[in-house]
């Protein structure tokens, strides 16, 4: 049986949870449902779209109905993989499991990895502290454009971040930076460097830019990205996919500053795309609304997501498959301003699919993985996770 030579979009909606794991204590997480909690703090929300596709059906969210035959099929996963953040929700999409949690660092880095870090660029740095990304910014922007220093904070994720201004270190050699601290912070644990250049000024603010770029460990095996390449099936991406999988499996890839933006890319690239898989992350929902604890804009960007996903329909062909789902909780309505460990929803829809199907839950995000591994006939796949393609009469 050969590959289908249709094309999958697979759309990440970032930070998009929809209830709380049967372990989500141990990560401080009981009381998060994300897309509950925003619809009901924005008094609702309409998602029309979604309704019909069968989001309604995964539980209460007001506002949005559970139709009596959704179209598409639908379920929720729940996440095995031992952390809440975007690389190992990632990873485990894409049928890869990390037991083991990378380091993270609340109370600041180890004097050791802040040494190198100083060694590196010639002066020591600002912060060193668990902060969002703005507030660090208010803090410490006009000290750094006095001396020069750059900033460098974390948060409860596994992460090691640099911001510089770009009048003061251009992105090229932000860059260049965040690439010669990387193997200090994997030898300490940490999943990923972020750089996070930024302009403006202290009387008119700072403002981060669209030049945000990971450097993220490698997944400790093959993903299904990394499978399809090898299989010679074509793998596009919008957003920060390729900086989560080190661009391995990527044949083109494409940054974006934000959804619309997203949205945008996602449907030129349709335009000239021929056959294979289409990965796109939205971001919005998670860096500039739920870290942000804004549920009114969360919802507000829910409900812009909905009123363009008729756009992509038009642009859809018969064969296309799509994909929609998120790789962990960003919660705005509980206590602090992090990720949560959530179940996430997922919806499988073609224009040939005579109606919806129930999915259930699923064990591991990574039933998506072996279900696309599935869908394109990869003959040895190792990835974890059970299809589920059959039930979708795909």
């Known amino acids: ?29 009981a009381e998060a449902a994300t897309l509950p909690h925003v619809a009901a703090a924005c008094g609702g929300l309409s998602l029309p779209y979604l309704q019909k596709l069968g989001l309604g059906c995964l539980g209460p969210i007001e506002g949005v109905a559970a139709v009596e035959r959704p179209i598409a099929a639908y379920g929720c996963m729940a996440e095995q993989a031992a952390g809440k953040d975007s690389i190992v929700g990632h990873w485990e999409l894409a049928g890869v499991i990390v037991d083991t949690p990378f380091a ?13 870090f100083t060694d ?26 006095r001396t020069g220093r750059p900033i460098l904070y974390t948060s409860v ?12 270190l251009p992105p090229a050699a932000l860059y260049d930076l965040c690439r010669a601290i990387k193997g200090a912070t994997e030898a300490h644990g940490i999943a990923r460097v972020i750089a996070r250049p930024f302009t403006g000024n202290g ?6 830019t669209a030049g945000r770029k990971d450097f993220p460990t490698p997944p400790p095996s093959p993903t299904l990205l990394d499978n399809l390449a090898a299989a010679g099936i074509a793998v596009v991406s919008v957003g920060k996919i390729a900086d989560l999988f080190t661009g391995r499996g990527i044949r083109q890839s494409v940054t974006t500053a934000d959804n619309r933006d997203g949205m945008k890319q996602l449907l030129a690239i349709l335009g000239t795309f021929s056959e294979g898989l289409l990965m ?11 870290h942000r604890r804004d549920a009114n804009g969360f919802g507000r960007a829910l409900q812009e997501f909905d009123a363009w996903l008729p756009h992509l329909e038009a642009v859809m062909r018969p064969e296309d498959v799509l994909v929609i789902t998120a790789d962990h909780g960003c919660d705005p309505t509980t206590p602090g301003t992090d990720h ?4 996430v929803p997922l919806l499988v ?5 005579t109606g919806g199907v129930d999915l259930g839950t699923r064990a591991t995000f990574a039933d998506l993985a072996a279900t696309l591994a599935d869908y394109f006939c990869l003959q040895s796949s190792p990835l974890a996770g059970e299809s589920f393609l059959l039930q979708t009469g795909l």
């Open 1 to 29: 049986m050969s590959a289908p030579r249709g094309r999958v979009i697979w759309i990440v909606l970032d930070g998009v949870g929809l209830k709380a794991l049967p372990d989500a204590a141990a990560y401080g997480d």
């Open 104 to 116: 993270t660092y609340p109370e600041g880095f180890p004097a050791d990895l802040v040494q190198a």
């Open 120 to 145: 590196l660029c010639g002066v020591p740095p600002l912060g060193n502290v668990a902060a969002g990304g703005v507030s660090i910014l208010k803090k410490f922007g006009a000290e750094h454009l």
């Open 157 to 168: 994720d596994s992460v090691f971040q640099v911001a510089a201004h770009e009048a003061i």
């Open 203 to 208: 009387g008119g603010g700072f403002r981060r």
């Open 280 to 290: 796109a992350n939205l971001i919005d929902f998670d860096m500039a609304y739920g």
């Open 340 to 343: 949560t460990r959530e179940y």
């Open 349 to 353: 829809w073609s224009k040939r699919m």
